[in-house]
């Protein structure tokens, strides 16, 4: 019998973990939920959750030391996904009330939806994903598969290559799903997007380092 895969769950202080952890659990991960530096070093796997305001959750990595437990899992090849404010955080500057700095995984910003988008923000609900080259998180989904959003903010890749998925969000086209190597980000909530979301984390949970 094929043992369970371990994900370690990282808290940051910010909510929304009962239902990732859940989510996860119910495709097949044991699931072990930290805010100790020592175990984000030692995880097979780690998925990075994230609600709330950029410059809140990347306090509630730093001041246990967090951030920097990251980077080095990540460094040494630590399959990561980034949900939400957890995909922000990977990139390098975020200017959610003030200038924060984020993780530096990936180069670009964060900035918030601008007043003309054509849109009522924040950008709650049901929307679609557009694929711009393959992932193996996108494995059994289809090409404009809904998914559930709930931001203002969004990511600026400074490099193209890393986006995988975009969505329209009236007059304007952003990344909704971002990779290089195995680390991964999506701005969605997979474990609110009902069959897609636990199909994503499925595969997730299949990826080698």
């Avoid at 086209?173 to 290089?180: A, P, T």
């Amino acid at each position: 019998m094929t043992a369970a895969p371990q994900v370690v769950l990282i808290d940051a202080g910010s909510g929304n973990l009962h239902s990732v952890r859940k989510a996860l659990t119910r495709v097949g991960a044991r699931v072990t939920v930290t805010r100790d530096p020592e175990v984000v070093r030692r995880a097979p796997r780690l998925v990075l959750p994230g609600v709330g305001a950029f410059g809140d959750f990347m306090q509630g990595l730093r001041k246990p030391g967090l951030d920097a437990a990251v980077i080095e899992a990540v460094g040494r090849g630590v399959p990561l996904l980034g949900i939400c404010v957890g995909m922000q955080a990977l990139f390098e500057v975020g200017y959610e009330m003030g200038t924060h700095r984020g993780l530096g995984l990936l180069p670009g910003e964060v900035v918030r939806f601008p007043a003309d988008v054509g849109e009522k923000v924040p950008h709650t609900g049901w929307n679609q994903i557009r694929p711009q080259r393959p992932s193996p998180l996108l494995e059994g989904i289809p090409a404009g598969a809904y998914v559930f959003f709930n931001h203002s903010y969004y990511c600026r890749p400074a490099d193209e290559a890393v986006v995988v998925a975009q969505t329209d969000f009236g007059r304007l086209h952003f990344v909704s799903m971002v990779q290089r190597g195995v680390l991964f980000g999506v701005q969605f909530h997979p474990e609110k997007s009902q069959r897609v979301g636990l199909r994503l984390l499925r595969n997730f949970l299949h990826i080698q380092p």
